[in-house]
């Protein structure tokens, strides 16, 4: 694996992500911010956060694997959520269970959490981008 996931000591341990990622590949892999379109550019989960975060790192999911990388190779996300409040957070970490589960494990790399007043499309509450780093 070219990138390894650390949380350092002296450093709080959240459930939701590591704090540091070592990346010691060639290759770097950059995604487009994913939003819950499916591949006809339909929007999935209207109104729904933990659908659209679902489908959003599915999205992601799929963009790594055609360069032959997965979220194993996830070296950094950043993830930006329509009027973002803390009461959401249950919500964010249920589509990403989801997509955990679809995934076959739960993606952890260093992430950051962006409020934003508004995305691309009014009916998008959730998009995430990606940086990945290859052999």
């Given at each position: 694996?070219?990138v390894a ?7 709080p341990?959240?459930?939701?992500y ?39 790192y ?19 996300l ?23 589960a ?23 509450l ?10």
């Amino acid at each position: 694996m070219a990138v390894a996931l650390v949380n350092p000591g002296g450093l709080p341990e959240v459930d939701a992500y590591r704090q540091v990622s070592i990346a010691t590949g060639s290759r770097l892999v950059f995604v487009a911010g994913q939003v819950a379109w499916d591949a006809d550019g339909v929007t999935v989960g209207r109104g729904d956060l933990a659908a659209q975060v679902e489908r959003c790192y599915l999205n992601v999911a799929t963009a790594l694997a055609e360069v032959g990388a997965s979220f194993a190779d996830v070296a950094k996300l950043t993830v930006y959520v329509v009027d973002w409040t803390p009461d959401k957070m249950p919500l964010f970490l249920d589509g990403v269970a989801r997509a955990a589960a679809k995934l076959g494990g739960t993606p952890v790399p260093p992430g950051t959490l962006i409020g934003v007043a508004a995305l691309d499309v009014p009916e998008h509450l959730v998009e995430v981008e990606a940086t990945a780093v290859l052999d």
